[in-house]
């Protein structure tokens, strides 16, 4: 699968976050909004990287555990 399209699914799986690939090859992700104290403190980041899309997934399954936790 192309990276185009990568980028597209993971962007419409994860609405809250801006998704791209580095000219080097690492997947990011960026939140489009601030992050609350409590979120902070559950160990939420703004922006996390992974080598692969898949990798890119799974940290941002967590980020969403982590700020669900942090405002239920």
């Known amino acids: ?8 699914e ?6 809250e ?15 489009h909004h601030p ?3 409590e979120q ?3 160990g939420c980041a703004m922006t996390i ?3 692969d899309p898949e990798g890119l997934r799974g940290q941002l ?3 969403e555990e982590r700020a ?3 405002d239920p």
């Open 61 to 63: 399954r967590e980020q």
């Open 17 to 31: 976050w801006t998704i791209w690939r580095s000219d080097a090859g690492r997947w990011w992700a960026t939140r």
């Open 1 to 8: 699968m192309s990276f185009d399209r990568h980028l597209a």
């Open 68 to 70: 669900t936790i942090a």
């Open 40 to 42: 902070r403190e559950a």
């Open 35 to 37: 992050l609350t104290m």
């Open 10 to 15: 993971i962007a419409r799986e994860f609405p």
């Open 49 to 51: 990287d992974a080598d």
